[in-house]
């Protein structure tokens, strides 16, 4: 079992910038890509970036720009850094791990909430 545990979530002013944190339990060279969801109620979940082991990314399109996606492979966390946030970008940010065997785990999420 792998545990995956965000963090840095919380209220920020719009403009303001913040990393969320995924730690994993495991190390990540062993996964194959880590990616960062977002969910809003009543809303499905919206992929926002991915990392692969090799350290390639991929963003959705709505998040190019503002939205960066890293790595530290000493502390086998997956970071996303959010810049100019906006009262859109409102939700829960979880994350999921996908190993090469194709079993996924995913987090229970960090919530943002973006107000003045």
Do not use: M
């Not at 994993?24 to 990616?35: H, N």
């Not at 390639?56 to 890293?70: C, E, L």
């Amino acid at each position: 079992q792998v545990h995956l545990v965000e963090s840095g979530g919380g209220l920020v002013q719009p403009g303001e910038p913040l990393r969320l944190s995924c730690a994993a339990s495991e190390s990540i060279f062993r996964i194959a890509a880590v990616t960062w969801y977002r969910q809003t109620p009543g809303s499905g979940r919206e992929l926002v970036a991915t990392i692969t082991s090799r350290g390639s990314t991929n963003y959705a399109d709505s998040a190019k720009g503002r939205f960066a996606i890293s790595r530290d492979n000493f502390t086998d966390t997956v970071y996303l850094q959010i810049y100019n946030l906006k009262p859109e970008d409102t939700a829960l940010y979880s994350c999921d791990a996908l190993f090469p065997g194709g079993t996924l785990y995913q987090g229970q999420g960090t919530q943002v909430t973006v107000s003045s």
